[in-house]
């Protein structure tokens, strides 16, 4: 017969059993939000619609996105980083660690209040420019925009962006002077360039990739090592004559710090299938390509400290302090 201690243990344990099995196969029961920290259109919002719908699928609730823009996605991800850390709030946000090497007081800590979830994949930056401007190449609008110091604006998604990281590094890597002018994300940044509010543009390929094949913009490098099967005919960077200009935004998904290991298992198990599940419709739609290697919450997280220091060389090397 077992002793006393031991019939108290397996008590206990089978009390804690049900408990356990529950928080092993967590499963929401309301629909989760997906803050996207931009206005609809952009990058953010397309790829994490397009995910969102699979992965609701698998998880038995409706994923609600929920847009909202403003200061660079700092306020989008504010709203997380302080709502409850259950599982019900969640974030889709390719500036994330951009906003700090901008940014001098961020209303957060961008790596300490969240947690990894998954990555949605890459996409390289663009060089566009509006169809009006009297330049097919690279080349010649760097030669246009020295000749016009001043002259011309350049749009970012927002101040903290990550289209307004490569815009500096457009900047100041081919020493022209042209004026940034920050819009409300990439959607509107890109809808500006289109109809000439702005001339210039480094936007997201997955906010500016209808606008290039239906004319709107014309594309005139991706910024990145090799062109993209998106956009095959457009030359890479260095087929540019751009070779120091190369930079690619990430889509992180993250949750507010604390939420349970558990819990964010599910979730990443969820849009991680998603994910795999949407590649050719993520890449078709908006030049995002799937990556492994991010299966744990701290893989993802460590892409994110990583990307938080990279941006800040990038901006320091070119001149640019927090502000």
Known sequence: MPTRRQALSLALAASLAPSALRAQTWRPDRPIRLVV???????????????AETASQALGQPIVVENRAGAGSMIGAEVVARSAPDGYTLLINSA?????????????DTVKDFVGVAVAGFSPYVLVVNPRLPVRTAKE???????NPGRYNQATAGIGSGVHVAAELFRSTTKVEVELVHYRGGGPSVAALA???????????????GQVRGGGVRALAVLAEQRTPALPDVPSAPEAGLPGVIVEEFFP??????????????????????????APKLNEMAGVTPRAGFET????MKLVRDSVEQYSSILRAAG???E
Request: hydrophobic letters at 50%; glycine letters at 10%.
């Open 141 to 147: 609008l760097v030669a246009l925009l020295k000749a």
């Open 37 to 51: 920290p931009f206005a609809p259109g952009g990058s953010n919002d397309i790829v994490g619609r397009i995910i």
């Open 297 to 300: 919450s701290e893989q993802v």
């Open 96 to 108: 994330h660690s951009a906003v700090p090497a901008i940014v001098a007081r961020v209303p957060y």
């Open 253 to 278: 998904i993250l949750a507010p710090a604390g939420t349970p290991a558990p819990v964010v298992a599910a979730l990443g198990a969820a849009f991680r299938g998603a994910i795999q599940q949407s």
């Open 320 to 322: 640019v302090q927090p």
């Open 195 to 209: 109809a000439g509010e702005a001339q210039v543009g480094t936007p997201t390929m997955a906010s500016s990739i």
